[in-house]
């Protein structure tokens, strides 16, 4: 069965240093997402991209977040200079059609980061 | 902007009977409610969607109910099992962003 891949599978980084977190989506999908999720809190999202460009992204997407489809199967997330906060799980999703067709979002193992 | 409420953190059933874990939304009635589940340090996998033109969603042992009225989704397990013991997530759009989670309620089903 298809699945969205993530690595690192935890990464440790100095705070100010950037990281870049890795996902391979499923292929045939279309739109891709970054959530995170703070130990014991929600689920939140991040950003989504289709088509090459960002179609939406949250609050917590601010100028120190970046995405991009550098290939035809990698999608990364670069945090340029981290913060003690930025530590979470990050996870990858990716769906066949927008949120508006009511696909559901598949998710990858998650990149656990931790800054100090 | 919308929000998601899954009032019970913590839910402890007996083996065979079935689990009810309630979502609430606050604003406006969104045009579908998904589950998903979520096993500890592992992303969320998707279980069920019902659009807020259904009443009522099945798989397998599973059930969602939605009640516009209520504003509120019910998911069920059905004669449930140790291996059912995770955290259910509800999640919907919130007109501006795509998915918003509740917080979860972690699910033991105790043998």
């Known amino acids: 069965e298809p699945e969205v891949t993530q690595t690192p599978s935890h990464q440790v980084t100095q705070m100010g240093q950037e990281v870049i977190l890795r996902c391979v989506p499923i292929?045939?999908?279309?739109?891709f997402y970054w959530y995170r999720q703070i130990l014991g809190q929600k689920v939140e999202f991040l950003v989504s991209f289709y088509n090459n460009e960002i179609s939406e992204k949250s609050e917590i997407f601010d100028d120190q977040f970046s995405v991009e489809r550098p290939d035809g199967s990698n999608f990364t997330l670069k945090i340029r200079s981290t913060k003690l906060e930025d530590s979470a799980m990050y996870f990858c999703?990716?769906?066949?059609?927008?949120?508006?067709?009511?696909?559901?979002?598949?998710f990858g193992p998650g990149t656990r980061l931790t800054v100090l | 902007s919308q929000k998601i409420e899954q009032n019970s953190e913590a839910l402890n059933i007996q083996e065979g009977k079935t689990a009810t874990l309630t979502c609430n939304y606050t604003?406006?009635?969104?045009?579908?409610l998904q589950w998903y589940r979520q096993d500890p340090g592992r992303g969320p996998v998707f279980l069920l969607l019902?659009?807020?033109?259904?009443k009522e969603k099945r798989k397998e042992r599973l059930k969602v109910t939605f009640d516009t009225t209520l504003k509120q989704s019910l998911f069920h397990i059905t004669a449930s099992q140790p291996a059912d013991s995770a955290t259910y997530l509800c999640?919907?759009?919130?007109?501006?962003?795509?998915?918003?989670f509740g917080k979860g309620t972690r699910l033991s089903v105790i043998a």
């Open positions: 999703a990716s769906s066949e059609a927008g949120l508006d067709s009511y696909n559901e979002q598949f």
């Open positions: 999640a919907t759009d919130s007109g501006n962003t795509p998915l918003v």
């Open positions: 604003n406006y009635s969104p045009a579908y």
């Open positions: 292929s045939n999908h279309l739109y």
């Open positions: 019902i659009r807020e033109n259904e």
